[in-house]
T-cell receptor, first 114, second 112 residues
């Protein structure tokens, strides 16, 4: 079974600074999808960024980018120019190419400090 | 707006009672998921529908849980004989065209 690990339960960053959230996963599959989701306090889960495993190029969405290391099974999220609105729980998620079950990590609570 | 409406948003019930949650996609989506999220944890998969067919169920979905999607549009999740351990946020999500999930705001269950 696939597993997703986020080793940083909590992190903080100063506004306008850069922060990197870690995620590792375990799978025997070669084709799969990886995602980062953001869940602001008392609000719904929002997709931040997605990555297909067959693509070598790291995905980027505005201030958000990933460092996807397939051999190491690592998928970190970098947030540049952090904003107060980035304060949220961040979940890393895995989905294989055939199944429909998304596996989520335990989350990292990010606080952006003014 | 992710196009998913969930009701009720919060349900408080006594142990042993039955509860039902409803998920209404605003637009057509073939794939509909239910997840459960406990405080401080990531969502856990419960079940998945492709149109009206329930194609996958987690072992977390005990016989007290049942989900339906009768016409391939809205879905319901019923929990019978609730237990305190059922207290959680129940999330409905729709499958996007490029493999991602779009979540609703969730229905929070508190079992006293």
């Amino acid at each position: 079974a696939q597993t997703v690990t986020q080793s940083q339960p909590e992190m903080s960053v100063q506004e306008a600074e850069t922060v990197t959230l870690s995620c590792t996963y375990d799978t025997s599959e070669s084709n799969y999808y990886l995602f980062w989701y953001k869940q602001p306090p008392s609000r719904q889960m929002i997709l931040v960024i997605r990555q297909e495993a067959y693509k070598q190029q790291n995905a980027t969405e505005n201030r958000f980018s990933v460092n996807f290391q397939k051999a190491a099974k690592s998928f970190s999220l970098k947030i540049s120019d952090s904003q107060l609105g980035d304060t949220a729980m961040y979940f890393c998620a895995f989905r294989d190419n055939y199944g429909q079950n998304f596996v989520f990590g335990p989350g990292t609570r990010l606080s952006v400090l003014p | 707006d992710t196009g998913v409406s969930q009701n009720p948003r919060h349900k408080i019930t006594k142990r042993g009672q039955n509860v039902t949650f409803r998920c209404d996609p605003i637009s057509e989506h073939n794939r509909l998921y239910w997840y459960r999220q406990t405080l401080g944890q990531g969502p856990e998969f419960l079940t998945y529908f492709q149109n009206e067919a329930q194609l996958e169920k987690s072992r977390l979905l005990s016989d007290r849980f049942s989900a339906e999607r009768p016409k391939g549009s809205f879905s319901t999740l019923e929990i019978q004989r609730t237990e305190q351990g059922d207290s959680a946020m129940y999330l409905c999500a729709l499958g996007g065209g490029t493999g991602e999930l779009f979540f609703g705001e969730g229905s929070r269950l508190t079992v006293l």
